[in-house]
């Protein structure tokens, strides 16, 4: 058994690489441009989201205040004229990233620490490579990939997105699990 304390050199170094890597992906490789449609008649979409006066927050639409008002004809009318759909609306002006990137860095600092303690949980300090790399990996994959299944399942989002996003995990698994490997303890 390897305890997680023993293992941050691996995290952080495991974290920096995905951060560098994810930055390559989103501003070079640029396989994610395709990700997002742009709405029909986007001038007229943004003035009327601006004259409604719709805050930051996310929406769906319709919505139904309760289960109850759910199944009222009035409510499935509703539902049946379409559109349906959720949305996200950001504050105005040019984007924030330092925010998004530091909690995106502490991110992948949580999956190596997860990743760590399941591995530490399982091997002992002079692992093989290939046994550190097989439970990190799954560890890492599992925590950065599968859960974005989810919204193809719930949020009809597109089923390519999503592939095209679990093919980052598997990047950002793969890259975590040979970080750990070469930096495991023996």
């Not at 992906?25 to 449609?37: A, K, P, R, S, T």
């Not at 719709?54 to 559109?83: D, H, I, L, N």
């Not at 980052?168 to 303890?185: C, E, M, N, Q, R």
Request: aromatic content about 16%; proline content about 7%.
């Amino acid at each position: 058994m390897v305890p997680v304390m023993s293992l941050w050199i691996p995290i952080i170094v495991a974290a920096v690489l995905v951060f560098v890597v994810s930055s390559i992906i989103h501003m070079v490789l640029g396989y994610h441009n395709d990700d997002f449609e742009q709405v029909p008649n986007e001038d007229e979409f943004l003035d009327g989201l601006r004259d409604l006066g719709v805050p930051v927050g996310s929406y769906v639409f319709p919505k139904a205040p309760t289960m109850k008002a759910w199944k009222t004809p009035e409510f499935q009318e509703k539902m049946s004229r379409g559109p349906m759909g959720m949305i996200t609306v950001w504050p105005g002006g040019p984007p924030k990233m330092g925010g998004s990137l530091a909690m995106w860095f502490g991110y992948a600092v949580l999956v190596g620490v997860f990743a760590a303690y399941v591995s530490g949980r399982a091997l002992a300090p002079d692992a093989h490579y290939l046994s550190v790399f097989r439970f990190v990996g799954v560890t890492a994959f599992c925590c950065y990939g599968m859960a974005l299944l989810q919204n193809s399942i719930w949020f009809k989002r597109r089923w390519r997105q999503t592939f095209v996003s679990m093919f980052d995990a598997l990047i950002y698994a793969l890259v975590t699990a040979g970080s750990f490997g070469w930096l495991w303890p023996g």
